[in-house]
């Protein structure tokens, strides 16, 4: 069966660590693959995209890896503040017909100050 | 970035009645809307594709007569959940989906949080 899976558990961290958070999926060959933030009680927000033939993307302090053999995608939050605490969406997306995102459950983040 | 707003952010209602929940987008013509349920500490599933001046696509699973989509101009998609009971209290939220081949972004309303008493 198709599987997208993100840390169930939430994620602590102290202020000014690095978080990662993990998102692998089985039995997909997405095009893209998106990261979102959502806080409690409204839409996600989208934060970065990367392509299947893309290694790595960054966007000031966020970066993220896609590893289409090991099917998993890092996301890296450096020099983190407990503003980033929100949970995060790992999203599929697959080419033709309306763009479809197939979304991870999420990790919810929490950084201590 | 592109705007999608929707309506209500909460609403409460009563077991048996409808509800209609509207998303539109505010700054672009959106010619297909994703709708998407979340229930806490759960991925979004969606529901429905709605599509301008067509018929919604519905996934598998989801009933299309208690879950009526329309999408009546390419500015507004409407949910409506009818006859609503307890087990369809939820997070509904809309979407326009990403353009030019999924490279990039896709758009979210904020959100309805549905109660049904």
């Known amino acids: 069966s198709q599987k997208i899976e993100q840390n169930s558990e939430a994620l602590n961290i102290q202020e000014g660590k690095t978080a990662t958070l993990t998102c692998n999926y089985t039995?997909?060959?997405?095009?893209?693959l998106q990261w979102y933030r959502q806080d409690p009680g409204r839409g996600p927000v989208f934060l970065l995209l990367?392509?299947?033939?893309?290694k790595e993307k960054r966007k000031e302090r966020l970066k993220v890896t896609f590893d289409t053999t090991l099917k998993q995608s890092l996301f890296h939050i450096t020099a983190s503040q407990p503003a980033d605490s929100a949970t995060y969406l790992c999203?599929?997306?697959?080419?033709?017909?309306?763009?479809?995102?197939?979304f991870g459950a999420g990790t919810r983040l929490a950084v201590h100050p | 970035g592109a705007v999608v707003s929707q309506h209500p952010s909460r609403v409460i209602c009563k077991s048996g009645t409808s509800v209609k929940i509207e998303c539109r987008s505010l700054?672009?013509?959106?010619?297909?809307m994703f709708w998407y349920r979340q229930f806490p500490k759960q991925s979004l599933m969606l529901m429905a594709t709605?599509?301008?001046?067509?018929?919604?696509?519905?996934e598998q699973g989801v009933e299309k007569d208690k879950f009526l989509i329309n999408h009546a101009s390419l500015t507004l998609s409407t949910l409506t959940v009818t006859s609503a009971h307890p087990e369809d209290s939820s997070f509904y939220i809309c979407?326009?989906?990403?353009?030019?081949?999924?490279?990039?972004?896709?758009?979210f309303g904020q959100g309805t949080r549905l109660t049904v008493v």
């Open positions: 979407s326009a989906p990403p353009v030019a081949g999924g490279n990039t972004e896709a758009f």
């Open positions: 039995n997909y060959s997405p095009a893209y």
């Open positions: 990367i392509r299947e033939n893309e």
């Open positions: 999203a599929l997306v697959f080419s033709g017909g309306y763009n479809k995102l197939i």
């Open positions: 700054d672009f013509q959106a010619t297909t």
């Open positions: 709605s599509n301008e001046g067509s018929k919604a696509t519905y």
